[in-house]
């Protein structure tokens, strides 16, 4: 299986000055639940989006109940995951203050909260009535629960495992609305997210305390995850310009799409530059507080709805 799962002795925990309150777990949950990376659910969006179909409202009540039900399995797979690395994340001289391992958030909470969530995630999707969704939710649950309990700690794996939760995620928006998933949207949705995830192992190489905290990233070198990234954006950008140049979707080729090769191309580029600073390790802090990244991804979802839309 590649490094030993067996964890290190906490070292001791410094409890608050008094016990956590009601009010204070409340916080505690929602902080562990992380509603910033619910930016990442919005990639339901991207399949009905290129297909031209956000305009029905089916279609938009379907990718809404997709983005939510994402939402609250996501959130209960971290609830899960900080309650089972709580002893590595005590090493970690940032996670340490999360809540679950400073101890603001019991364990026994965490665990019974994270499976309430994803519990109810799975019920909605089969209340549903759309078996494509539940499918879907499915293997995301199965892949993120395999990377809580195994995937995490094995190197290379570990980031082909998070890739394809993000690469899950854009699948449900096209098959729960039954909108077909292409090779060029799959090629191109699982070299982006290569890209992100190989840029924030880096960045957590460089942050302090992490290569003990991690078993994984201690088989990584700063100069091979150079290398993934350099691959990674290579290849999507020659794949994208290739997507674009053919019409998208609908495989009718118009200036829209075309020019939209410039900002995602600018896009790479400043993901590159803000990596190589070390400000990777939480790609959605960069996509809430980076200007110049959100400004070339507004340019290119404007072309590109533009070159579907208009």
């Known amino acids: 299986m590649g490094e030993s799962l067996s964890r290190p002795p906490a070292p001791a925990l410094t409890h608050p000055a008094s016990t956590p309150g009601p009010g204070a777990r409340a916080v505690g949950l929602l902080r562990t639940a992380r509603p910033k990376q619910w930016l990442k659910n919005l990639l339901v969006l991207a399949a009905p989006g290129t ?13 809404a109940l997709t983005f939510v039900l994402f939402c609250f399995a ?25 809540p679950v391992a400073s101890g603001v958030v019991p364990v026994p909470l965490a665990v019974g ?15 549903s009535g759309n078996p494509p969704l539940l499918g879907v939710l499915l293997g995301y649950l199965a892949l993120t629960t395999a990377y809580t309990l195994w995937l995490k700690d094995i190197t290379v794996v570990d980031i ?36 992100v995830v190989a840029g924030k192992r880096e960045a957590e190489l460089r942050s302090p305390g992490s290569a003990g905290a991690r078993a994984s990233l201690n088989g990584y070198s700063r100069s091979y995850l150079v290398q993934i990234r350099t691959m990674a954006s290579a290849a999507v950008i020659v794949t994208y310009c290739l997507w674009a140049l053919e019409g998208g979707a609908a495989h009718q080729p118009n200036g829209f799409h075309a020019a939209s090769i410039i900002p995602f191309f600018v896009f790479v580029l400043r993901y590159h530059q803000l990596v190589d600073r070390g400000v990777g390790e939480e790609p959605e802090e960069i996509a809430l507080r980076d200007r110049p990244l959100q400004l070339c991804l507004l340019a290119l979802v404007g072309l590109i709805g533009f070159g579907i839309y208009a």
Do not use: E, M, Q
């Not at 709580?86 to 001289?93: E, G, I, Q, T």
């Not at 309430?116 to 909605?124: E, N, Q, R, S, T």
């Open 51 to 63: 297909a031209g179909t956000l305009t029905d409202p089916g279609v938009l009540g379907w990718t």
């Open 74 to 98: 996501a959130s209960g797979t971290y609830l899960l995951n900080d309650a089972r690395d709580v002893h590595h994340d005590r090493l970690h001289a940032r996670k340490r203050n999360r």
């Open 113 to 127: 909260s994270g499976a309430a969530l994803v519990a109810f995630a799975l019920i909605a999707a089969i209340a």
């Open 160 to 195: 082909a495992a998070v890739a394809g939760c993000h690469v899950l995620r854009a699948v449900a928006g096209g098959v729960v609305i039954g909108v077909p998933i292409t090779g060029w949207f799959i090629i191109v949705v699982s070299l982006a997210a290569l890209l």
